[in-house]
């Protein structure tokens, strides 16, 4: 079958080591972006401190490398902003809130209210995230190739509707490529 290699997570490793600086750092920036204040107060505290700006410019170096190797999965940190048109397939895959709070509840076993507020947080991170760093919205679907909802299909169809557009986005490419 195709055979790309898979980054997600993982891209703050390779972050880090880019960077000289513990992944956690790289973590704690991902999870919560600070104000320019925030960010002032813990340069002073901590000499190996990432500013974001410096740790975006290093997660595009990053992606811009994967994306040249081709054949990779990259999930989120804002790839689809990152690699230019035409040179990628941007996949958004939604489900229902009530759907995405049960999954969470189930998979980490917590009461419903907990991943109800796991959930919106982290989403909220993320277009925070994507709104600050790429001036753009997570969520609109124009900034896709292909928008899949899990409600309407089963894996299976959502493998084969990448599968799909990955296969025609090759063709594509290649038509406009030779002309």
């Known amino acids: 079958m195709l055979k790309f290699d898979f980054f997600d997570r993982y891209i703050v490793k390779i972050i880090a080591e880019h960077a000289h600086i513990c992944d956690r750092v790289i973590r704690s920036i991902e999870k919560e972006r600070l104000s320019g204040i925030q960010d002032f107060i813990a340069s002073l505290i901590d000499d190996r401190y990432l500013y974001p700006g410096i740790y975006l410019e290093h997660l595009m170096n990053v992606v ?4 040249k190797h081709g054949h ?17 397939l941007s996949v958004r895959v939604v489900a229902p809130l009530e759907l995405r709070v049960r999954n969470i509840a189930q998979v980490y076993e917590v009461p419903i209210e907990t991943a109800r507020r796991r959930v919106l947080h982290r989403e909220s991170r993320r277009a925070a995230f994507v709104r600050q760093s790429f001036h753009a919205d997570v969520a609109e679907p124009d900034n896709y190739d292909l928008v899949i909802n899990t409600v309407k299909c089963d894996n299976d169809a959502v493998v084969g509707a990448i599968i799909g557009a990955i296969s025609g986005g090759k063709k594509l490419i290649e038509k406009n490529c030779l002309k």
């Open 64 to 67: 811009g490398v994967i994306a």
């Open 72 to 88: 990779a999965v990259i999930v989120g940190r804002g790839a689809n902003f990152i690699i230019p048109p035409g040179e990628h």
